[in-house]
């Protein structure tokens, strides 16, 4: 069985197919140009693949409402020619299978409980630091959706010390997680590319400020057992152990746990499924779409 999976970026658009285990076959990424250019090259992708069944993971903001008449369509995006998009309509009318969707950060939240860094864990986040921020949670086992869905990427900072521009960028709300920590904040605050800057480099104190305040917040919000984070960022792998080091001490020994006071470094951890968690996802996403 052969089932196919899109992680729609803001960026880049992934396609992939996978087997019946959710075991990545083939991807191939294409950029996201506008709907009229980009959707008939994932449809001309998946044309000859004979997939099953398809799973999305989109960016968003995205109507997950399955009673909406919108329902599966790009909402309010900052990329315009993706506004009011009916992405998952359109995917799932020319390819004549079940299809599924659901944020980018919700879909690999899925594939790392269930394959990856969280498997088998019942509460747990994916958290992605790149172009934007965004979480998936899945609390007691189901991926949160809630009035919209969450935006944690969102969530308001506290100013971090020796912070340059600590009134930050989000075109929305200026100083939230996003608007301070994203990787084009980071190139705004310090004029260079989050990719160019050494690991030394004041950035990254102010960086792990703010993710471990984001890390804080989730810990007392949530309660998750276990915080994957992924996306561009984090592929600078010195951040991990700063950030646990200082979301303990933001803590301040409250939350009393051995999961977090002794094994810190298996609970805020990279992927397990790698560049996969959203393909992988997807994956889940189609499987559920063929159970349906
Ligand atoms: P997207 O968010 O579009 O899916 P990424 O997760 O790769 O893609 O995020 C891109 C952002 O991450 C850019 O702002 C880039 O500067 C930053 N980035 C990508 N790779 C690295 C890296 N190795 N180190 C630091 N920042 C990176
Ligand atoms: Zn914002």
């Not at 998009?85 to 020319?94: I, K």
């Not at 960028?169 to 004029?191: D, M, Q, S, T």
Request: hydrophobic fraction near 40%.
């Amino acid at each position: 069985m052969i089932l196919g999976a899109l992680e729609a970026g803001g960026t880049k658009m992934v396609c992939s197919v996978g087997d019946e285990h959710c075991n990545v076959l083939d991807r191939y990424s294409l950029p996201t140009r506008t709907p009229e250019e980009t959707v008939p090259q994932i449809i001309e992708y998946f044309r000859d693949k004979h997939i099953e069944a398809l799973g999305i993971g989109s960016f968003g903001p995205v109507d997950l409402n399955r009673q909406s008449p919108t329902y599966g369509s790009i909402t309010s995006t900052p990329k315009l020619a993706w506004v009011n998009y009916p992405l998952m309509p359109a995917l799932r009318d020319a390819l004549r299978v079940p299809t599924e969707v659901d944020t980018d950060v919700n879909v690999a939240a899925l594939a790392e409980a269930t394959m990856g860094a969280a498997k088998g864990l019942k509460n747990c986040m994916y958290v992605t630091v790149g172009t934007g921020i965004g979480a998936g949670l899945i609390v007691e086992g189901n991926l949160v959706h809630g009035l919209v869905h969450p935006e944690m990427g969102h969530m308001l900072m506290r100013p971090a010390e020796g912070d340059p521009t600590p009134d930050g960028f989000c075109p929305y709300h200026k100083g939230c997680l996003e608007g301070v920590a994203n990787g084009p904040a980071i190139e705004k605050r310090w004029g260079v590319s989050a990719k160019q800057l050494p690991p030394d480099h004041p950035a990254w104190t102010v960086e792990c400020e703010y993710l471990a305040q984001m890390c804080m917040n989730a810990i007392v919000t949530l309660s998750p057992e276990c915080i994957v984070l992924g996306g561009g960022v984090m592929q600078q792998e010195h951040l991990f152990p700063r950030i646990r080091k200082r979301t303990l001490e933001l803590l301040g020994g409250y939350v009393r746990t051995p999961r977090i006071e002794r094994d810190i470094d298996g609970y805020i951890v990279p992927p397990g499924l790698g560049i996969n968690s959203g393909v992988t996802g997807a994956l889940l996403l189609a499987q559920r779409a063929l159970q349906a």
